[in-house]
């Protein structure tokens, strides 16, 4: 800020305390347009942040829901797999019999699933340049509650998510299944199961997060962000 005060002789009271009063009125219409005219930059700022955070957001929900619909595909062949041998052990078939419907089915024993590639970098912008503290409360809340549920689920998928799968007999099992070798109907199922409950555990893992995500973009009755 930076005033320039006129230049005068003060020949009496009357004339000194109009200069004063002017130097205090300049002063103060000087500090409240630099603060309107920050409000307005802070404004300005969140509001765009607001956007960019909000259609980054839609994004991810969009890719979300992609990788709930594609993994449907990828696991339907496992549980029908699953029934098939189910049905035979039930049924008291023979090991042999098993291992048949079994070749005859040999492409759906393996383990496929669709997690989305989800961004942050309009979040990590706006929390980096501070125009996320001058958001609305409630949308700051919602946001930072979404993108830690992002990461927690990445995190859940990187570490916890095959932690039912017994991975070596999977190869194992799938290697004689390759080699036309016959394999423990049991066994088999044993890790059918687990890949199918490892399957159905990352579909609710993205059903949580697609709900999260929803939540994060949700509005009041009146078009704006809830308060």
């Known amino acids: 800020m930076h005033l320039e005060l006129p230049k005068m002789r003060l020949h009496s009271l009357t004339d000194f305390t109009k200069h004063y009063l002017m130097i205090v009125l ?22 765009t942040a607001n956007r960019h955070i909000r259609a980054e957001i839609e994004a991810n929900l ?16 496992l549980i029908e797999l699953d029934e098939t041998v189910s049905a035979d052990i ?26 989305p590639t989800v961004a942050s970098q309009a979040w990590d912008v706006a929390v980096a340049n501070q125009s996320a503290s001058w958001m609305d409360d409630a949308d700051l809340r919602r946001f930072s509650a979404a993108y830690a549920d992002l990461h927690d689920a990445s995190n859940w998928l990187t570490h916890d998510s095959i932690i039912l799968l017994n991975a070596p007999s999977m190869a194992a099992l799938r290697t004689r299944i390759e080699l036309h ?47």
Request: glycine share 4%.
């Open 26 to 47: 300049s002063i103060l219409t000087a500090l409240g347009l630099e603060a309107w005219i920050e409000r307005s930059h802070h404004a300005h700022a969140a509001e």
């Open 62 to 77: 969009s890719d979300v829901r992609l990788s709930i619909k594609t993994n449907e595909a990828l696991i339907k062949p």
């Open 90 to 115: 039930r049924a008291g078939a023979t090991a042999a019999a098993i291992n048949q419907h079994i070749q005859a089915r040999h492409a759906s024993f393996k383990l496929s699933v669709n997690w």
């Open 181 to 227: 070798a016959a394999v423990d109907p049991l066994e088999f199922a044993t890790v059918l199961r687990q890949m199918i409950s490892t399957s159905q555990e990352i579909q609710s893992h993205l059903h949580q997060l697609e709900g999260h995500l929803v939540h994060a973009l949700e509005r009041d009755d009146t078009g704006a962000a809830h308060g």
